[in-house]
């Protein structure tokens, strides 16, 4: 059985909950370990969802279900 610290849910989830910014911000953090330890750099999946990661800026976008979240070095932002 998998452990349930480490289900990622998607961001919709989020929203219908009331929107807990500790959840986004870590659903975020987990979606980019993932995606950078596939190497990718820039996706839009089936859902509609966008990430992308410049290594150069080191900032990260992530977008879906009504939010964006953009991570950098010093800063987190969330746009609903």
């Known amino acids: 059985m998998s452990d349930k610290k480490n289900i990622i849910v ?3 989830q989020i929203e ?11 659903q975020a ?3 980019t370990d993932i995606l950078r330890g596939l ?5 839009t999946f089936d859902t509609g969802s ?4 410049d290594e150069i800026t080191s ?7 009504g939010l964006l979240i953009n ?3 010093h800063t987190i932002t969330i746009i609903m």
């Open 29 to 31: 953090e987990k979606m």
């Open 39 to 43: 190497r990718i750099k820039e996706a």
């Open 71 to 73: 991570t950098g070095p």
């Open 50 to 53: 966008y990430f992308k990661h």
């Open 10 to 12: 998607p961001l919709k």
């Open 59 to 65: 900032q990260t976008t992530i977008a879906g279900d």
């Open 16 to 26: 219908e909950s009331g929107i807990d910014l500790n959840k986004a911000k870590k």
